[in-house]
């Protein structure tokens, strides 16, 4: 079983600026993160690994990496 932090993309392991997990972190109050809005490709999402599906934001870079690559 893998060790997830929740303050880090799964993906590239850089920070995901989630603000759930910041609001948790800091006692204050936050009830969306950035990624409830984002529209992240299917692809992208692939690439998490199973353990964080649905438990840890991928970071604002790789959340529009794959659109990135494709659209030179």
């Known amino acids: 079983m893998m060790t997830?932090?929740?303050a880090l993309c799964p993906i590239c392991k850089n920070p995901n600026a989630c603000a759930i997990e910041r609001a948790r972190v800091?006692?204050?109050?936050?009830?969306r993160c950035w990624c409830f809005?984002?529209?992240i490709?299917?692809?992208v999402l692939d690439q998490?690994?199973?353990?964080?599906k649905g438990v840890s934001c991928v970071c604002g870079k790789?959340?529009?990496s794959y659109t990135e690559q494709v659209n030179f």
């Open 4 to 6: 997830i932090d929740l």
């Open 62 to 64: 790789c959340a529009g």
């Open 26 to 31: 800091t006692g204050n109050n936050a009830e």
């Open 41 to 43: 490709s299917e692809e």
């Open 48 to 52: 998490v690994p199973d353990e964080a």
């Open 37 to 39: 809005d984002a529209d």
